[in-house]
């Protein structure tokens, strides 16, 4: 009855738009009944074929050819038809209104037929559940009973047996309980199993990606550096450490600490990028990560260092609208609010390009070449490093930040600023948003040449990587390869990536005792000056 009710709502509602419409045919084939109809769907198929046939001779004909006359008549003529079928429709509708109505008042006589039925069974039911309760009452107290005849009938025939002492027991001169041997063997393998099963369980549970093995043959795809940790680990609450780490020298380890692991891991990195193609295949790398807070912007800022002292003219994008971080990293003055307004005053940056204020050219910040020279304890290259390589890194930073970036990404702004800065420097770094987070990366990847995903060793989860992956592929992009970002030492980095301790290469060979001598001989020139 409620089936039919519907219907019958839905009819009526219908018949109401109809009536609403008259004698207009677009409106009366966008109802359901009437579009859905046999005679109608034949009309409409009708038309659609004359006007596909008038588009064949429009290629052909023109206008006041007879062919092309002729088949404007036809098409008049499905129109009328498809017409003449739409308003045919609203009396079958109301016929069929008249039909459930009918309908309707029959099942609502049996309904309430069915209802008086069950009510009597109700009645009945509750006086079969009584006899019931007493049926199973008695029935236990049977059964108890019969079985207190039973087990009298059993005791009643038993006899008292004597019982004599024929010889005593010895006493033992070792207990035999507790036994310590066997005690501490069966305590160590039950140890033993529990230790492998927590082990196991946790390896189960834990659907992260520790090792280069794991990541490459989960996800299919190459990894091109393993970088260790360089987050500083003393002591302290976390929140603290976090705070010291963007202060602090570990952040850049290509020029901070250039003999250390991740200084070699992200030379790995540029070597293994430089050797996937062509060079003007190349040119424009961007870096992004499934989940936020995976290294993107450590491993960006450190490739372009990278570059930069190996001779290119490099130019780092903050491509990550809605939290930039390069600012930080390369320590640019943090914009302030000018008065009286909430819009913020400092030097331009991603978004003051993309809406057309600034240009690449007098928005990008060049880094001084003392802040990407090669500096260490025991080694000091005088003069300027990159005049000697020609390189030079730029850095435009995120500028002010917009409320719709997805949507200034969408149009052709964001390809402007890649083709030009593309023409302008020989090598283009953009550190993006997280692909899962925000759409904005998915937006970018038309414009870009190579795609590198960072991961955070033994945090970022495989589902997360394989959806990153799967949506870019979606999008037409498959990614050159992974960065194992923050590898913990005792996960295989030294395994994988370098095969010596701390430091490999120094102090050792002519090259080495050479080149320090010159560098001490030019540090006292430089102190007599």
Not at 445 to 458: D, E, F, N, S, Y
Not at 486 to 501: I, N, P, T
Request: hydrophobic residues 40%; positive net charge; contains cysteine.
């Amino acid at each position: 009855m409620t089936a039919a009710k519907a219907d019958r709502l839905r009819l009526e509602g219908e018949l109401r738009q109809i009536e609403q419409a008259g004698d207009n045919i677009d409106a009366l084939l966008a109802i359901p009944s009437i579009s859905a109809a046999a005679l109608v769907t034949d009309a409409q198929r009708s038309v659609t074929q004359v006007e596909a046939s008038i588009a064949t001779l429009s290629l052909r004909y023109k206008e006041k050819h007879p062919r092309m006359m002729a088949a404007r008549a036809a098409l008049a003529e499905a129109r009328e038809k498809l017409r003449q079928a739409a308003m045919a429709q609203p009396p079958i509708l109301r016929n069929a209104i008249e039909q459930i109505k009918a309908t309707e008042a029959s099942l609502q006589a049996a309904l309430q037929d069915q209802q008086g039925v069950a009510v009597a069974l109700n009645r009945t039911a509750i006086g079969y559940q009584e006899l019931a309760r007493q049926a199973e009452t008695d029935r236990a107290l049977y059964e108890s009973v019969l079985r207190q005849i039973k087990e009298t009938s059993l005791t009643k025939d038993v006899k008292t047996n004597a019982v004599s002492v024929v010889e005593r027991s010895p006493v033992s001169h070792s207990p035999v309980s507790p036994s310590p041997t066997k005690a501490i063997a069966l305590g160590l393998l039950a140890g033993l199993v529990a230790g492998l099963a927590f082990v196991f369980g946790a390896d189960t549970l834990d659907r992260s990606i520790k090792t280069v093995d794991q990541a490459e043959n989960t996800l299919g795809l190459p990894v091109f550096a393993a970088v260790p940790e360089t987050t500083e680990q003393g002591a302290g609450p976390r929140l603290k450490r976090q705070r010291r780490t963007w202060g602090t020298s570990n952040y850049r380890v290509v020029v901070k600490t250039p003999e250390s692991p991740a200084a070699e891991a992200f030379r790995n990195l540029r070597a293994a990028l430089s050797l996937l193609g062509p060079e003007a295949e190349r040119k424009v790398s961007l870096f992004t990560s499934a989940l936020p807070n995976e290294g993107k912007s450590f491993t960006s800022a450190n490739y372009s260092l990278a570059l930069a002292q190996q001779g290119y003219r490099v130019l780092l994008i903050d491509g990550d609208l809605r939290r930039p971080n390069m600012h930080r990293i390369f320590h640019f003055p943090q914009p302030a609010k000018t008065n009286n307004s909430e819009e913020e005053d400092g030097a331009p940056g991603v978004m003051d390009c993309l809406v057309g204020e600034a240009d690449v050219a007098s928005a990008a910040r060049p880094i001084p070449a003392g802040e990407i020279d090669i500096v260490s304890g025991k080694i000091a290259i005088e003069g300027n490093f990159l005049t000697a390589t020609g390189g030079q890194l730029s850095v435009l930073a995120g500028g002010r930040r917009a409320p719709n970036p997805a949507e200034i990404l969408a149009g052709p702004f964001f390809g402007q600023l890649v083709s030009e800065a593309a023409r302008l420097f020989d090598r283009v770094v953009i550190d993006s948003a997280p692909i899962l987070a925000v759409s904005d990366t998915l937006l970018m990847m038309p414009h870009v040449q190579t795609v590198c995903i960072v991961l955070r060793a033994g945090k970022t989860p495989r589902p997360a990587v394989r959806r990153a992956i799967a949506l870019l592929t979606s999008a037409g992009i498959r990614p050159a390869g992974l960065v194992l970002n923050r590898l913990r030492r005792s996960g295989g980095v030294g395994y994988y990536y370098y095969y010596a301790s701390h430091g490999y290469g120094a102090e050792e060979g002519a090259y080495s005792r050479s080149y320090d001598h010159r560098s001490r001989s030019r540090h006292q020139d430089n102190g007599a000056e």
